[in-house]
């Protein structure tokens, strides 16, 4: 069965976030660029201030305590992970290691860079991959992305949009029984309301 409505219902979001990316060359932009701008957002996170220093309780192998700091980036990997947990055990589940291992290479990537040279790093790489995202929903999708109608909803569904799509493509995965056939019904009525919705603002 489906979760009940409001936050933590995954049919609600997942078509939500699916009636702005139906075209299979958005959807694939999107599943090349979403993590990459997760990740590299970890990546400037990692010089903000730290919530809480655990380089003296010997929790983290040696080596490490210098490194793995828990700081805003650690606080905003765990929000994400949690929420996907919540949202759906199994893939949650995957969501919130890919999560937690983003946090870490982005963690040493910017260690390894500093700041001088990681902010650069961060902002090229944030331009080409949004720069992306806008083109495939501009030329593919011919609609305005989901972040300019709910733009919370759309940055955290967007990690966990693309891997359900993966797991769906790939292995047929669905949370629960039906749960594709119920979304895709939702999505199609979605995209015909906001066609018709348009339709009567050009006439």
Same mark, same amino acid.
């Given at each position: 069965?489906?979760?009940?409505?409001?936050?933590?219902?995954?049919?609600?979001?997942?078509?939500?976030?699916?009636?702005?990316?139906?075209?299979?060359?958005?959807?694939?932009?999107?599943?090349?660029?979403?993590?990459?701008?997760?990740?590299?957002?970890?990546?400037?996170?990692?010089? !903000?201030? !730290?919530?809480?220093?655990?380089?003296?309780?010997?929790?983290?192998?040696?080596?490490?305590?210098?490194?793995?700091?828990?700081?805003?980036?650690?606080?905003?990997?765990?929000?994400?992970?949690?929420?996907?947990?919540?949202?759906?055990?199994?893939?949650?589940?995957?969501?919130?290691?890919?999560?937690?291992?983003?946090? &870490?290479?982005? !963690?040493?990537?910017?260690?390894?860079?500093?700041?001088?040279?990681? %902010?650069?790093? &961060?902002?090229?790489?944030?331009?080409?991959? %949004? !720069?992306?995202?806008?083109?495939?929903?501009? +030329?593919?999708?011919?609609?305005?992305?989901?972040?300019?109608?709910?733009? &919370?909803?759309?940055?955290?569904?967007?990690?966990?949009? &693309?891997?359900?799509? +993966?797991?769906?493509?790939?292995?047929?995965?669905?949370?629960?029984?039906?749960?594709?056939?119920?979304?895709?019904?939702?999505?199609?009525?979605?995209?015909?309301?906001?066609?018709?919705?348009?339709?009567?603002?050009?006439?």
């Amino acid at each position: 069965m489906g979760k009940p409505g409001g936050l933590f219902d995954l049919e609600n979001h997942f078509a939500f976030y699916g009636a702005y990316h139906s075209n299979p060359i958005n959807i694939f932009i999107h599943t090349l660029f979403v993590w990459p701008i997760f990740f590299t957002s970890l990546v400037l996170f990692y010089f !903000t201030p !730290t919530i809480c220093d655990l380089s003296q309780s010997g929790i983290l192998p040696s080596g490490f305590n210098h490194v793995l700091v828990f700081n805003y980036g650690f606080l905003c990997a765990l929000i994400y992970g949690l929420f996907y947990v919540i949202l759906d055990k199994k893939a949650g589940s995957l969501a919130a290691l890919i999560c937690l291992a983003c946090w &870490v290479g982005a !963690t040493f990537l910017a260690a390894h860079l500093g700041y001088s040279l990681a %902010w650069k790093v &961060v902002l090229a790489a944030q331009l080409f991959c %949004w !720069t992306g995202q806008f083109i495939g929903h501009g +030329v593919f999708e011919k609609r305005a992305p989901a972040l300019l109608d709910n733009l &919370v909803q759309a940055f955290l569904m967007a990690p966990f949009f &693309v891997l359900l799509e +993966v797991l769906q493509s790939l292995f047929g995965y669905e949370p629960y029984p039906g749960f594709h056939a119920r979304v895709k019904a939702k999505i199609e009525a979605e995209i015909k309301e906001w066609k018709d919705k348009k339709q009567k603002k050009n006439s």
